[in-house]
């Protein structure tokens, strides 16, 4: 754990049980340099405890690199909190994470992620102030498909050489709370949406309400189309599936995409231009942050716009020095976050 620890640079992990509730929390403190460290909180069910621990880390030090790059006094942290096989009260768990959260005093800051609902969330509100996305902050999904969707014209106009979205095939793995959004506005752009979700009455309702075509989970990797947007879980993309992607770019939601750089590498190599997750994903966590700070709408959806502008800093970079948009971005958030 502490080798895992060094080789990301994390500055602390905190690890919680309560039996009475059910209750076993990771949080994950990457950076406070440049402010609290703010990121969500998971509710899922993983393999192993190890397999919880490393989703924790390797999202705290990706929340860090957002916050960076997103130009906000933030530092990078993340949850997760391990989900049993049965609960007695879902509301006494997270009532028990939020006294965790509190015995931070700050430090860590929480908010919604997968798995997590509002309602956990006011739920954890009963033990500490520092939380967002409550009932009365707001769910940041919507904003952070807005950027995400902002980001995909950035894509489109970077690798296709316009940001039009009229016809433009776009396949969304996972229509939660981010991809459903993102498919909405997607749809009203006239994009043409190609889907799965592994639940299917999602859908269904994205056939109904927005003339989606489904396609099967094992396939939409494989499927033909302009821009490729993990909106599920991570992981999902490593030399096997890159070796089958028909896309001309990688944008999306998702969290950790990619396995490693290596992918990212890999991705370059088949000329398949790829989004960074932290980037285009940042809408959600600048508009927790500024809520939490007390600011407006009109001023959030301003800072919003910085995705795009920030998109195509890297894709620039990028293109210039012939590397992996990933490893620019990282390169531009060390820099920010170490002063180097
Ligand atoms: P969610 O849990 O609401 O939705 C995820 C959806 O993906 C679910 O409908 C699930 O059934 C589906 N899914 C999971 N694995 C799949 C697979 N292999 N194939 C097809 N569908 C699959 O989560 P969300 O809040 O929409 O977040 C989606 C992703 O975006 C996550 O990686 C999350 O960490 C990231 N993200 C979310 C936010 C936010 O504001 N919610 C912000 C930044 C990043």
Redesign the pocket.
């Known amino acids: 754990m502490f080798a895992l620890m060094q080789a990301t640079g994390l500055e602390s992990m905190h690890l919680s049980i309560d039996p009475s509730t059910g209750l076993k929390a990771v949080i994950a403190i990457h950076s406070s340099r440049l402010g609290p460290a703010v990121g969500?909180c998971?509710y899922l069910a993983y393999p192993d405890d190890e397999s919880a621990v490393d989703d924790a880390v390797r999202?705290a030090r990706g929340m860090s690199y957002k916050a960076a790059l997103a130009g906000l006094p933030l530092g990078g942290g993340t949850a997760v909190i391990l989900r049993p096989p049965h609960v007695e009260s879902r509301a006494a768990l997270f009532e028990a994470f939020g006294r965790c959260v509190e015995q931070l005093d700050g430090r860590y800051i929480t908010a919604?992620?997968?798995?997590t609902s509002v309602a956990d969330m006011d739920c954890i509100a009963q033990q500490t102030r520092h939380v967002t996305s409550t009932t009365a902050a707001g769910?940041?999904?919507p904003?952070?498909a807005m950027g995400v969707f902002a980001g995909i014209r950035t894509t489109a106009m970077a690798r296709l050489g316009s940001d039009n979205l009229e016809g433009l095939r776009v396949a969304i793995?996972?229509?939660?709370?981010?991809?459903f959004a993102l498919a909405e506005q997607l749809h009203a752009a006239g994009a043409e949406l190609l889907v799965?979700?592994?639940?299917s009455g999602?859908v269904q309702l994205a056939m109904e309400q927005l003339g989606a075509h489904p396609i099967a989970?094992d396939a939409?990797l494989s499927t033909p189309c302009d821009i490729l947007a993990p909106?599920?879980?991570?992981g999902?993309l490593n030399s096997h599936s890159v070796a089958q992607l028909r896309c001309a770019a990688v944008a999306?939601?998702?969290?950790n995409p990619l396995t490693s750089l290596q992918t990212a590498d890999l991705l370059e190599s088949r000329g398949i231009l790829y989004a960074p997750?932290y980037v285009i994903?940042?809408?959600?966590?600048i508009y927790v942050a500024l809520k939490h700070r007390g600011e407006e709408l009109p001023t959030i959806t301003a800072h919003l716009s910085n995705i795009g502008v920030r998109l195509t800093e890297v894709f620039a970079h990028a293109q210039a020095e012939k590397r992996s948009p990933a490893r620019v971005a990282d390169e531009l958030a060390e820099r920010l976050l170490y002063r180097l």
């Open positions: 969500g998971r999202l919604i992620d997968s798995g769910d940041p999904s904003h952070t793995q996972g229509l939660g709370n981010v991809g799965s979700d592994i639940d999602k989970n939409l909106c599920g879980l991570g999902v999306g939601s998702a969290h997750d994903n940042s809408g959600g966590l």
